[in-house]
């Protein structure tokens, strides 16, 4: 049984920081790509950035610069260091993983966790 579950989100300032983990458990689940997505109150759900199972990794243009996606795979755990975030990037951020087709903002996962809320206050 896969599971993906996120922490370390909450309430910062704009020009602030702040890291997301996902720990994920389940056979081969880190091995596969995974990535970041986002989705923000009546907004369609915006992929963020990838990291492939050789770390190649895919940032979307909206937060290139600001946002570094990486992993831990003795803890089997995905990151998502956020800096000079803005009002913008407010919104849930969930964590996925087993792309079944690529590994772009644009490919379609198989399991997801329940997200981790981030609100940037202007």
């Known amino acids: 049984q896969v599971q993906l579950v996120e922490s370390g989100g909450g309430s910062v300032q704009a020009g602030g920081s702040l890291r997301l983990s996902c720990a994920a458990s389940?056979?081969?689940?880190?091995?596969?790509?995974m990535g970041w997505f986002r989705q923000a109150p009546g907004k369609e759900r915006e992929g963020v950035a990838t990291?492939?199972?050789?770390?190649?990794?895919s940032v979307a243009d909206s937060v290139k610069g600001r946002f570094t996606i990486s992993k831990d795979n003795p803890k089997n755990t995905l990151y998502l260091q956020m800096n000079s975030l803005k009002p913008e990037d407010t919104a849930m951020y969930y964590c996925?993983?087993?792309?079944?087709?690529?590994?772009?903002?644009?490919?379609?996962?198989?399991?997801w966790g329940r997200g981790a809320q981030v609100t940037v206050s202007s």
């Open positions: 996925a993983a087993g792309s079944m087709s690529g590994c772009t903002v644009r490919s379609p996962f198989r399991f």
């Open positions: 389940g056979y081969g689940v880190f091995g596969s790509c």
């Open positions: 990291i492939t199972s050789s770390e190649w990794t």
